[in-house]
């Protein structure tokens, strides 16, 4: 998800919970939320988003 507020982009990335997409989703988890910077700079936000949402399977996610 993309928001601009003045001269600033930040980027948040959602995981759909209950649906494939977010739109239909009625649970949908906000995993990590930046400020963009540059390019080089998304494959490491996007390592922490993917460990957070291993970490919610390994706690909440039913078998």
């Known amino acids: 998800m993309r928001v601009s ?3 600033n982009e930040y980027r948040t990335i959602v ?3 209950d649906a494939v997409n977010i739109i239909s989703a009625t649970k949908v988890l ?3 939320s ?4 540059d390019t080089k700079q998304y494959r490491s ?3 922490k ?3 957070l949402l291993e970490e919610w399977r390994t ?3 039913e078998d």
Not at 34 to 37: E, G, H, I, P, V
Request: hydrophobic letters at 45%.
């Open 5 to 7: 507020l003045s001269s």
């Open 15 to 17: 995981f759909s919970v």
């Open 30 to 32: 906000l995993l990590n």
């Open 34 to 37: 930046f400020l963009k910077k």
């Open 45 to 47: 936000e996007i390592n």
């Open 49 to 51: 988003a993917v460990k």
């Open 59 to 61: 706690e909440y996610e």
